[in-house]
């Protein structure tokens, strides 16, 4: 759902606290929220030029 490689934030190398890897990933679905929003608001704005 966050579209990030397993591990990127979890991978023990990283040397996150449990607490500091919530924290990195805290608002990580935004994106790919924001990119579909863009795409249906694109969407609407091409159908009422046509």
Known sequence: MMMLPAGWV???ATGLSRNDQLKAIG??????QAYRALELLH???FL???
């Not at 608002?27 to 790919?32: F, W």
């Open 10 to 12: 979890t991978d023990p």
């Open 27 to 32: 608002n990580g679905v935004c994106p790919p």
């Open 43 to 45: 969407h609407i704005a």
């Open 48 to 50: 009422a030029a046509s």
